[in-house]
Nanobody
Framework: QLQLEESGGGLVQPGGSLRLSCAAS????????VGWFRQAPGKEREGVSI????????DYAESVKGRFTISKDNAKNTVYLQMNSLKPEDTAIYYC???????????????????WGQGTQVTVSS
């Protein structure tokens, strides 16, 4: 059974850091591109970042560029999202999602992602 599980969320003060993890089971992980999305209360789910199957290519939403870093460890079947300089507007439930294939230009569209995790809450507040 193919599953994704996020972890690492929590409460952090503005300016702080968190590292989210997305652990996969049942996948040939090196064949899958993996994205991070987030959904704040009352808002639509939006793309945050994506990493290619090999881990060699990445992309980010403008709102997180320079603050967030995505990485992929195929040996550990895990994708990480390092989040620095967090802001209150980063507060949301964060989801990882995966599809088999190369990184797409319109990676931030929810369409085409085959598998989703259950999400982990990130709250940035003083």
């Amino acid at each position: 059974q193919l599953q994704l599980e996020e972890s690492g969320g929590g409460l952090v003060q503005p300016g702080g850091s968190l590292r989210l993890s997305c652990a996969a089971s049942g996948f040939t992980w090196e064949m899958y591109a993996v994205g991070w999305f987030r959904q704040a209360p009352g808002k639509e789910r939006e793309g945050v970042s994506i990493v290619s199957p090999s881990g060699g290519s990445t992309d980010y939403a403008e709102s997180v560029k320079g603050r967030f870093t995505i990485s992929k460890d195929n040996a550990k079947n895990t994708v990480y999202l390092q989040m620095n300089s967090l802001k209150p507007e980063d507060t949301a439930i964060y989801y990882c999602a995966a599809y088999r294939g190369p990184m797409r230009h319109q990676w931030d569209s929810l369409d085409g992602y085959e598998y989703w995790g259950q999400g982990t809450q990130v709250t940035v507040s003083s």
